[in-house]
């Protein structure tokens, strides 16, 4: 079924004109994000034109506009602008707080210094179905990761940084293209390490037509001064919650032990600003969407996290609960991370959220 789902994705990528690329994210998320099948170059054919060329008519109906639109008029999205980019001069884009000067070239745990790489982007059809719709989730996938999980399920983008280095009006013109193919949205594949470059490339795209909602696809180990920069700015999150165990946390992502508690914090200010998801003829423009991946022996802390989604933001809050855990990169050096979770562990996990109150997991 995973290989299946897997050649379907690279499927529509193709379809799509877009190099392959997977669809997990780096606790292998969704139906969305890297697998490892490597998509390191943007094509001639996946390439937006030179010269910004607006962004065209081919919005779909069902297609709300962005609530930055209000942000920009107003002058306020320049502000946030300044603001996300003077977090790159001592970094503290995430709670790694580095401290590292990227704006000089400095590269932090990350791995990021002052530019940044897409590793491809194109209509996604594997993503959940409410972002997906009929035009596709206009998804762009960045290199390097903040979070660095020993089970990354592309590691080649996430960990080994593969993709081409990008300017910005190139980024703008990525969004464009998106929007013209008749994309609902701009999904942001692991946004955090690069939030600077993408409110300069936003700024670009919205002056020259830009209007559909952005997508924050985030591995959850962001800061709660990056998230509410970001108030107004993105109308979707799109959050992994990965751990409730803070050793486990610090094990499996690079020493991170705080992964659960700043989750949680950016977890609840998403919520905040955006509330329960909501859709418009069945496809999503504002509201929260947590994915978590049942991992083997219970890892992820399924019982907890869904106890505390209904009694910290509300049972109506959409999860997505996921079962196609596979070891990738270097998990089978972690057990009980060299396995996938059997199916009783995945209908256990699928029973606690039921038992949490949660009416909107799948
Ligand atoms: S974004 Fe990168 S450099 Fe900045 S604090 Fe996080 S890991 Fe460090």
Same mark, same amino acid.
């Given at each position: 079924?995973?290989?299946?789902r897997?050649?379907?994705?690279?499927?529509?990528?193709?379809?799509?004109?877009?190099?392959?690329?997977?669809s997990?994210?780096?606790?292998?998320?969704?139906?969305?994000?890297?697998?490892?099948?490597?998509?390191?170059?943007l094509?001639?054919?996946?390439?937006?034109?030179?010269?910004?060329? /607006?962004? +065209?008519?081919?919005?779909?109906?069902?297609?709300?506009?962005?609530?930055? @639109?209000? *942000?920009? =008029?107003? #002058?306020?999205?320049?502000?946030?602008?300044?603001?996300?980019?003077?977090m790159?001069?001592?970094?503290?884009?995430?709670?790694?707080?580095?401290?590292?000067?990227?704006?000089?070239?400095?590269?932090?745990?990350?791995?990021?210094?002052?530019?940044?790489?897409?590793?491809?982007?194109?209509?996604?059809?594997?993503?959940e179905?409410?972002?997906?719709?009929?035009?596709?989730?206009?998804?762009?996938?960045?290199?390097?990761?903040?979070?660095?999980?020993?089970f990354?399920?592309?590691?080649?983008?996430?960990?080994? /940084?593969? +993709?081409?280095?990008?300017?910005?009006?190139?980024?703008?013109?990525?969004? @464009?293209? *998106?929007? =013209?193919? #008749?994309?609902?949205?701009?999904?942001?594949?692991?946004?955090?390490?690069?939030?600077?470059?993408?409110?300069?490339?936003?700024?670009?795209?919205?002056?020259?037509g830009?209007?559909l909602?952005?997508?924050?696809?985030?591995?959850?180990?962001?800061?709660?001064?990056?998230?509410?920069?970001?108030?107004?700015?993105?109308?979707?999150?799109?959050?992994?919650?990965?751990?409730?165990?803070?050793?486990?946390?610090?094990?499996?992502?690079?020493?991170?032990?705080?992964?659960?508690?700043?989750?949680?914090?950016?977890?609840?200010?998403?919520?905040?600003?955006?509330?329960?998801?909501?859709?418009?003829?069945?496809?999503?423009?504002?509201?929260?969407?947590?994915?978590?991946?049942?991992?083997?022996?219970?890892?992820?802390?399924?019982?907890?996290?869904?106890?505390?989604?209904?009694?910290?933001?509300?049972?109506?809050?959409?999860?997505?609960?996921?079962?196609?855990?596979?070891?990738?990169?270097?998990?089978?050096?972690?057990?009980?991370?060299?396995?996938?979770?059997?199916?009783?562990?995945?209908?256990?996990?699928?029973?606690?959220a039921?038992?949490?109150?949660?009416r909107?997991?799948?």
């Amino acid at each position: 079924m995973e290989t299946s789902r897997r050649k379907f994705i690279r499927g529509c990528f193709a379809a799509a004109g877009v190099m392959a690329l997977g669809s997990f994210g780096c606790t292998g998320g969704g139906n969305s994000r890297r697998t490892g099948a490597l998509a390191a170059n943007l094509t001639q054919t996946n390439s937006p034109a030179n010269g910004l060329s /607006g962004g +065209g008519t081919s919005r779909n109906s069902s297609t709300r506009e962005a609530s930055y @639109l209000a *942000l920009a =008029r107003s #002058g306020e999205l320049e502000r946030r602008e300044q603001a996300i980019w003077k977090m790159f001069e001592r970094c503290n884009l995430c709670p790694r707080l580095c401290g590292v000067n990227r704006t000089a070239g400095e590269r932090g745990i990350c791995g990021s210094n002052d530019t940044f790489k897409v590793a491809s982007f194109g209509p996604h059809f594997g993503e959940e179905r409410p972002l997906v719709g009929r035009g596709g989730s206009g998804t762009i996938f960045f290199s390097n990761c903040n979070l660095l999980c020993v089970f990354c399920q592309n590691w080649q983008i996430n960990h080994r /940084g593969d +993709g081409n280095l990008t300017s910005h009006q190139e980024l703008a013109n990525i969004m @464009l293209s *998106l929007q =013209r193919r #008749g994309c609902h949205n701009i999904n942001l594949v692991t946004p955090t390490h690069i939030a600077p470059h993408i409110m300069t490339a936003l700024r670009i795209a919205v002056d020259n037509g830009l209007t559909l909602p952005l997508v924050y696809n985030t591995s959850g180990y962001d800061s709660l001064e990056l998230i509410q920069l970001l108030d107004g700015v993105v109308d979707i999150y799109l959050p992994d919650f990965k751990y409730q165990d803070a050793e486990l946390a610090a094990r499996f992502s690079r020493g991170a032990p705080d992964v659960p508690k700043h989750t949680a914090t950016a977890v609840k200010e998403m919520h905040r600003q955006t509330g329960v998801l909501a859709q418009h003829q069945n496809v999503a423009y504002r509201g929260l969407l947590i994915r978590h991946l049942v991992l083997p022996e219970n890892a992820g802390g399924t019982d907890g996290l869904v106890r505390w989604i209904a009694s910290e933001l509300t049972p109506e809050t959409h999860v997505n609960i996921m079962g196609q855990y596979r070891p990738q990169f270097r998990a089978n050096d972690y057990p009980p991370l060299n396995r996938r979770p059997t199916q009783t562990e995945i209908n256990q996990a699928m029973r606690w959220a039921r038992e949490a109150g949660l009416r909107n997991f799948h």
